[in-house]
């Protein structure tokens, strides 16, 4: 099947590969003509696992191709996939500009039928205005089809190789057909696929994102209670995920969610409640209670240098907004990072793949390193934001060695607090009794 994508992000690129892999011959269209030279260069504009390799074999193999044409992509393909970004406003809701922009351009470009499909997150009812700038282009006849993605970063490839399932929003039967075609390669066991309308898939969207986020915000709040209470946050989770209607997803306490979906997501089913009389009360103590875990922990490593805070040197371990990918948008390591700059602290920071990434968000304020443990000579503490892998079973004799005080603030739960303390090591974790020295 002849396939084109448009935008060229983490959902594209990753949506383009996968379906080359597949057997279909994929154009992408980006109008960063910088991004796509790097592309025809090997060159990927993003860190994802396993995506550099499904990119060069398909490229290799003449599946995949890049181009700033976007005349070039409509031609030469059946469906259009717009996978372009949708940042939010000042009063939160999505920015669709883009979104529209495109497809006025491919109206402009239709000359025969093509099946247009939204893998944005966009508010519902997008799919109308869609409709309506492409008809008042063309009069070519052509589908809509809402798609949304359910990608996790670190994981994109494998969530798209072997989704939970596969939402389509069209009431065409003969669009859903070709959809179905499209996706059968992935659905080889059972078939996953969800047929609804346009506005339900573009809902269902926000709301799998309103529920992960409730879920990781209610956990940040319990944990909270359970420093207050003297309580131990892990043995609470591990007794609320053990309960089957509930079970042990992204009920991981932490300093708070982030990165490009949830926090933008949220802000949008806000605003979209608003405008339609909605006042979607859980949906913003989500995103407080989101804000006050970013505020909590940061203080926490304050109060620990009351006083001395512009002679203070903090090491720190991971910046992505999670693990496996290089992506700091909304990350809580950069919120807190530029709260520690403010106190005046001093910042050493490392992370396997978003330093560059991160030291540009911070204009250079810090200072960062190729590896974690040269990071923590001179550091008055380390403070960990992300759960990298290597992370996990560090040397903790070394870290006590190097750190002028031995001191870690773990913002993850990454290490059994008796282990840390057999080291010699001061331990602050969240939603567990500190570990003293």
């Not at 969207?205 to 003297?230: P, Q, V």
């Not at 490593?301 to 903090?314: A, H, M």
């Not at 923590?376 to 190097?402: C, G, H, M, S, Y």
Request: neutral net charge; contains cysteine.
């Amino acid at each position: 099947m002849k396939i084109c994508v448009v935008g060229v992000g983490y959902v594209g690129l990753v949506t383009a590969a996968c379906l080359a892999e597949a057997g279909n011959n994929v154009v992408c269209v980006d109008k960063d003509a910088d991004k796509i030279a790097g592309l025809k260069n090997g060159m990927l504009p993003i860190y994802e696992p396993g995506l550099g390799e499904l990119v060069k074999h398909n490229e290799r193999l003449g599946r995949l191709q890049f181009t700033t044409e976007l005349k070039y992509g409509v031609d030469n393909s059946l469906i259009i996939f717009l996978a372009v970004g949708t940042p939010s406003y000042e009063d939160g809701s999505a920015d669709i500009s883009a979104i529209l922009s495109v497809a006025g351009e491919i109206g402009k470009y239709l000359s025969e039928y093509r099946i247009i499909a939204i893998k944005s997150t966009v508010p519902v009812g997008t799919y109308k205005k869609v409709i309506e700038v492409i008809k008042s282009k063309t009069e070519v006849s052509f589908d809509y089809v809402s798609n949304p993605e359910f990608l996790k970063e670190g994981d994109a490839v494998e969530d798209f190789m072997r989704p939970d399932r596969i939402i389509i929003g069209t009431t065409n039967p003969a669009a859903q057909k070709i959809m179905k075609q499209l996706y059968g390669p992935f659905m080889r066991k059972s078939s996953r696929i969800l047929f609804m309308d346009p506005a339900s898939a573009e809902l269902t969207k926000y709301a799998a994102n309103m529920m992960l986020a409730t879920r990781i915000s209610f956990m940040n709040e319990i944990s909270a209670l359970c420093e207050r209470l003297g309580a131990d946050v892990e043995l609470v989770r591990g007794g609320l995920g053990s309960d089957t209607r509930i079970g042990s997803a992204f009920l991981f306490p932490g300093v708070g969610f982030g990165g490009s979906c949830l926090p933008k997501d949220i802000r949008a089913l806000i605003h979209t409640g608003s405008v339609h009389g909605v006042d979607m009360a859980i949906a913003k103590a989500v995103e407080r209670v989101n804000i006050e875990a970013r505020e909590r922990f940061a203080k926490r490593v304050k109060d620990c240098f009351s006083g001395s805070e512009d002679r203070t040197v903090l090491a720190v371990w991971g910046l992505s907004f999670k693990a496996k990918t290089d992506d700091v948008r909304e990350s809580p390591a950069i919120y807190c990072i530029k709260k520690f700059l403010d106190w005046k602290m001093k910042i050493k920071a490392y992370d396997p793949e978003a330093g560059p990434t991160a030291a540009a968000a911070l204009g250079g304020k810090l200072e960062i390193f190729q590896n974690g443990y040269d990071a923590l000579d001179k550091a008055d503490a380390l403070v960990i934001f992300t759960d990298w892998q290597e992370f996990r079973n560090p040397d903790f004799d070394v870290i006590a060695a190097k750190l002028k005080r031995p001191v870690i603030f773990d913002g993850r739960n990454l290490y059994d607090p008796e282990i840390v303390k057999n080291a010699g090591i001061e331990y602050h974790s969240i939603g567990r009794a500190a570990i003293l020295h």
